[in-house]
């Protein structure tokens, strides 16, 4: 079964907002804007939450396996990996990692294989509500320009102040070590995926993007179906859930929404 939209993807970047960590755009031959805006802890989701259910869901496999799509430049995966490492119970979850994360988008992956982020005030006031340690994950980079005497007081009585609408970080191995960032079409990607009951696909807030093709919605889920086996689960996003009834559709392809944006395989 083909899946594939009958279109590929460029890579021109527009329409600048202000949004988190990344606010670029990209568009297809047909004019379609995808967004890769994100930020850290993205809030259509409990993080910790899913966390906790994942470690104990999984907890008598060996490996579990997390695919994540529309990758963007990290902020989601590595989301994902501080709310397992920093988990209530401190259990080790090293056999989740490390994260598979692809994005169709060439200039999006080399930013996030760069190793570096930019932070806004929303990803810093997200990572301070979650009770992150800043300086374990992120390290400030020095700014291309000069500073005036408000701005570096300003640091110096907040060191994670953020000056102007984003700042660039360096992100700590301890994330970076854990995420493989690969460029790749998720609609080509799907049906290659190998899943023994042990497989968490991360694919938030890019399904929206196609709510006027209701056909590649129902063919993905219908892969996505034949792809994961019992057990495994599947986490979209609010702009999914807002623009699609993709909740009746996993439904009747035996998945149960069994926490907010979070569905399992049930048979």
Same mark, same amino acid.
């Given at each position: 079964?083909?899946?594939?939209?009958?279109?590929?993807?460029? $890579?021109? +970047?527009?329409?600048?907002?202000?949004?988190?960590?990344?606010?670029?755009?990209?568009?297809?031959?047909?004019?379609?804007?995808?967004?890769?805006?994100?930020?850290?802890?993205?809030?259509?989701?409990?993080?910790?939450?899913?966390?906790?259910?994942?470690?104990?869901?999984?907890?008598?496999?060996?490996?579990?396996?997390?695919?994540?799509?529309?990758?963007?430049?990290?902020?989601?995966?590595? $989301?994902?990996?501080?709310?397992?490492?920093?988990?209530?119970?401190?259990?080790?979850?090293?056999?989740?990692?490390? *994260?598979?994360?692809?994005? *169709?988008?060439?200039?999006?992956?080399?930013?996030?294989?760069?190793?570096?982020?930019?932070?806004?005030?929303?990803?810093?006031?997200?990572?301070?509500?979650?009770?992150?340690?800043?300086?374990? !994950?992120?390290?400030?980079?020095?700014?291309?320009?000069?500073?005036?005497?408000?701005?570096?007081?300003?640091?110096?009585?907040?060191? !994670?102040? *953020?000056?102007?609408?984003?700042?660039?970080?360096?992100?700590?191995?301890?994330?970076?070590?854990?995420?493989?960032?690969?460029?790749?079409?998720?609609?080509?990607?799907?049906?290659?995926?190998?899943?023994?009951?042990? $497989?968490?696909?991360? +694919?938030?807030?890019?399904?929206?993007?196609?709510?006027?093709?209701?056909?590649?919605?129902?063919?993905?889920?219908?892969?996505?179906?034949?792809?994961?086996?019992?057990?495994?689960?599947?986490?979209?996003?609010?702009?999914?859930?807002?623009?699609?009834?993709?909740?009746?559709?996993?439904?009747?392809?035996?998945?149960?929404?069994?926490?907010?944006?979070?569905?399992?395989?049930?048979?």
């Amino acid at each position: 079964m083909k899946i594939m939209p009958a279109y590929s993807y460029n $890579t021109i +970047c527009k329409k600048p907002v202000s949004f988190g960590s990344t606010d670029s755009y990209y568009t297809t031959e047909t004019g379609k804007e995808i967004g890769n805006n994100t930020w850290l802890f993205r809030d259509d989701i409990n993080w910790y939450n899913l966390a906790e259910l994942e470690i104990s869901h999984f907890q008598h496999k060996d490996k579990v396996n997390i695919i994540q799509f529309a990758a963007s430049d990290g902020s989601e995966g590595y $989301t994902q990996i501080m709310s397992l490492l920093e988990n209530s119970k401190r259990k080790d979850v090293s056999k989740f990692f490390p *994260i598979q994360s692809f994005d *169709i988008n060439e200039f999006i992956i080399n930013k996030a294989q760069s190793g570096k982020i930019s932070l806004g005030e929303k990803d810093i006031q997200h990572l301070l509500n979650n009770s992150i340690n800043i300086s374990k !994950y992120f390290e400030r980079m020095p700014f291309s320009f000069n500073l005036s005497g408000r701005e570096l007081e300003a640091l110096k009585n907040n060191p !994670y102040k *953020i000056i102007g609408i984003r700042n660039k970080f360096k992100v700590s191995d301890i994330l970076t070590s854990r995420i493989s960032f690969k460029q790749g079409d998720m609609f080509k990607i799907l049906p290659r995926i190998k899943d023994n009951s042990n $497989t968490i696909i991360l +694919c938030r807030n890019i399904l929206g993007y196609f709510y006027e093709e209701p056909n590649i919605i129902k063919n993905f889920v219908e892969t996505l179906s034949k792809v994961m086996k019992q057990g495994s689960l599947f986490v979209i996003g609010k702009l999914d859930a807002d623009l699609l009834k993709i909740e009746k559709l996993l439904g009747d392809k035996s998945f149960l929404q069994i926490n907010k944006n979070v569905f399992l395989k049930v048979k």
